[in-house]
């Protein structure tokens, strides 16, 4: 077989901008995939050489086809295949035979069958790719389509007729219909036009992230909408976020099967509270990336954001209208989605008076009234006002019924106005009918029904915004000194950790823990008290027992010598009595540590991103409420400082009900060692719990530490 590796595998561009294309199982059934895919290719208006294949025709559909590949006149540039899965790989052999690059496809019964076979016949494929070179979408997709060169190579009815006109929004999903469908056909018809939409299928070659890097650097995508139903590489996905942000182009995510694997059985708390969703959400957060819930919600924060140069740069919103309920409205909702109405200028308020007088006070949303109704131009020239206001980042203009003049007035101001306008127009047209929403759509302005749909979309684009402000000012990672790896591979080399070796990691690596000393005796137990000093905690030590609360293991505050070493011979039978199997080997007496901040630290190694760093609060906040923040190792300071203002109690570390505050610096240093440890050890360690890190006003200190390896 010809060896036939493309230079540049992400290079795409003869895949999807091909010069000539053939298609294996071409027919002239329109009611068959391979017939709807020829006649649409054609009516599409694609300008390249189309070469049908199908030993049953001379011609088809007025073009030359041929029996097979190999008879083709030239190399084509990308080859579809719609054949019987036990045909495809004869195709895709006379494919590397003949030099071809790309191919797809189109032929289910594969892995998404979840049988032993489909994934079998999938893997063949997998393996056939890495050992010649050649590369493919599929098995099992829809296709793609190209509005910016005319080429489509699919069978959907959504291209059926006049082909739509190329837009700046490209579209990638694994599923044909959703992506097909409910997205690009949905996004047209609300005036979103579309540059390439890709429905990849099951990704046993080229995956999803190749398509939408692709997107990313070709000049015809501004805005790139994914559908995932899973994630093929970690690695992928952060170089996609680093060149999208570097490109200033959005990328806005539906991830599918959120609750697939909300927990998992795990040996730490931290593992137990790190669901594979909730991983996803952060990692989408830190690159940039906008998660949406369902498929509308991808195009309608494209809407805003496909405007380059008039998309929202924060969370100031304007919002005018002559419907006070609307505006009550608009404000009401716009605070639940983190969006401000800031009062006016001083100058503002002036300019507005000479428009609207006998007005006390003129508020953000500001009602007009019905007052101004039929009279010209006063709703546009209050627009054109409040729009120049320097705390105004994104005006938001209600329309309800309005004339037909003052509706084209509002549309030519928001198609000229260097900020971000969003219309919300829940109404009509009073003096034409035929008038519609499509008149702001056909001119690229933004425009919304709902005002929910319109609020979560400039919310949704200011975070972009403020993303890109702190990505922009980021410093590079630097490793903090005083971390020793070839002592912490060394102590790991020993085999399972106890707490008291785990703490000794954790020292290697600079963060600070608690004094303590192993005790096999309970007159040992009182003789380390002693010298410890002050009133200690005692807790179980054993391999088997990791979580020692459960079986009884720990005793807080301990002075005296005989309740220490009442406390030790009650801890070791308690102990006994919860696994009485289990290799004890002593009680740990460590330290009691100042009341502070309690804090959960952890690390979890997820199998598609890798070591995951989570911070939560004690107690009820991530227990019942959940309050946990994720982000991927290593941090530097900024992003460890990120992670605890994500948190919902974060004000707790500012000290309240006369707390000291708490020593947030020493909490972020060790998060950024924590998360070094973890990624320098990330071959050895699978999860990592502190619980609790106490945080005082000067300092803290690791109380309790599990580190397992994998």
Not at 179 to 194: E, K, L, S, Y
Request: glycine share 10%.
């Amino acid at each position: 077989m010809t060896q036939n590796r493309v230079a540049d595998p992400l290079d795409l561009t003869r895949f999807l901008k091909p010069g000539s294309v053939a298609l294996v199982g071409a027919t002239e059934d329109l009611s068959k995939f391979g017939g709807r895919c020829v006649r649409l290719m054609l009516d599409f208006g694609y300008r390249g050489r189309i070469y049908p294949i199908n030993p049953k025709y001379n011609s088809l559909l007025g073009l030359d086809c041929f029996p097979d590949v190999m008879s083709l006149p030239e190399v084509p540039d990308h080859v579809g295949i719609v054949v019987a899965p036990n045909h495809v790989m004869a195709s895709l052999r006379q494919c590397v035979d003949k030099g071809v690059t790309f191919a797809t496809v189109f032929t289910a019964g594969y892995a998404e069958t979840g049988t032993a076979k489909g994934r079998e016949l999938q893997g063949e494929i997998s393996a056939f790719c890495r050992e010649t070179g050649l590369r493919v979408m599929g098995p099992n997709c829809n296709g793609l389509i190209n509005f910016v060169d005319h080429f489509a190579m699919a069978s959907t009815a959504t291209i059926a007729g006049p082909r739509q006109p190329a837009g700046n929004v490209g579209v990638v999903s694994h599923s044909g219909g959703l992506g097909q469908v409910n997205t690009m056909w949905r996004a047209q018809q609300a005036g979103v036009p579309i540059s390439y939409e890709v429905s990849c299928g099951n990704d046993a070659d080229l995956d999803v992230l190749d398509y939408a890097r692709f997107m990313v650097a070709d000049d015809a995508s501004d805005v790139i909408l994914m559908l995932l139903e899973r994630v093929p590489s970690g690695e992928k996905l952060a170089a996609l976020g680093r060149e999208a942000a570097e490109r200033d182009k959005p990328i806005v995510v539906l991830k599918l099967g959120r609750t697939e694997a909300g927990s998992k059985a795990a040996a730490s708390h931290t593992g137990a509270l790190t669901g594979s969703d909730a991983v996803h959400d952060a990692v989408f957060k830190q690159y940039g990336m906008i998660r949406v819930e369902d498929c509308p919600e991808l195009y309608e924060t494209a809407m805003l954001l496909r405007r380059r140069g008039q998309r929202p740069k924060g969370n100031r919103l304007g919002g005018m209208a002559i419907s006070g309920g609307n505006a009550v409205q608009l404000a009401d909702l716009g605070a639940a989605y983190g969006l401000q109405w800031p009062s006016y200028t001083a100058e503002t308020q002036a300019k507005l008076g000479q428009w609207m007088p006998g007005f006390g006070s003129i508020g953000n949303p500001t009602d007009l009234t019905a007052g101004v109704i039929g009279q010209k131009d006063t709703y546009a020239s209050v627009l054109e006002v409040i729009a120049a206001d320097e705390n105004i980042d994104t005006m938001v203009p209600i329309l309800t019924f309005a004339s037909r003049d003052e509706i084209m007035r509002v549309k030519e101001l928001a198609d000229s106005m260097p900020k971000a306008v969003a219309v919300l127009w829940s109404g009509g047209c009073s003096d034409d009918l035929s008038l519609d929403a499509r008149v702001f759509a056909e001119a690229n302005v933004p425009i919304y029904r709902d005002t929910k749909a319109l609020l979560q979309a400039v919310s949704r684009a200011a975070g972009y915004a403020e993303f890109q402000h702190h990505n922009a000012a980021r410093v590079p990672l630097v490793r903090p000194d005083g971390m020793s790896e070839a002592a912490v591979r060394e102590a790991l080399g020993r085999g399972a950790l106890t707490e008291q070796t785990s703490k000794m990691v954790l020292a290697a690596y600079g963060m600070a823990v608690t004094r303590e000393e192993l005790a096999i005796s309970a007159p040992d137990a009182a003789s380390i008290a002693s010298q410890i000093g002050g009133s200690v905690a005692l807790k179980i030590q054993s391999l088997d027992i990791p979580h020692k609360t459960e079986a009884g293991g720990v005793r807080l505050g301990l002075c005296a010598a005989d309740e220490i070493v009442r406390a030790y011979d009650e801890i070791i039978a308690s102990a006994r009595r919860y696994a009485p199997m289990a290799r004890i080997e002593g009680v740990l007496v460590q330290e009691m540590v100042p009341p502070g901040v309690e804090i959960m630290l952890g690390v979890t190694s997820d199998p598609v991103f890798g070591p995951v760093v989570s911070v939560a609060l004690g107690g009820i906040f991530v227990e019942v409420m959940g309050d946990i923040v994720h982000h991927l190792a290593p941090l530097g300071p900024d992003d460890a400082r990120a992670m605890l203002g994500g948190l919902k109690g974060a004000k707790l570390l500012d000290g309240v009900r006369g707390m000291k505050p708490a020593d947030v610096g020493a909490l972020v240093d060790a998060m950024v060692r924590l998360s070094w440890l973890a990624h320098d050890l990330v071959d050895v360690i699978a999860e990592i719990d502190l619980n609790p890190v106490i945080v005082g006003h000067a300092g803290l200190r690791v109380a309790d530490a599990l580190i397992v390896r994998r």
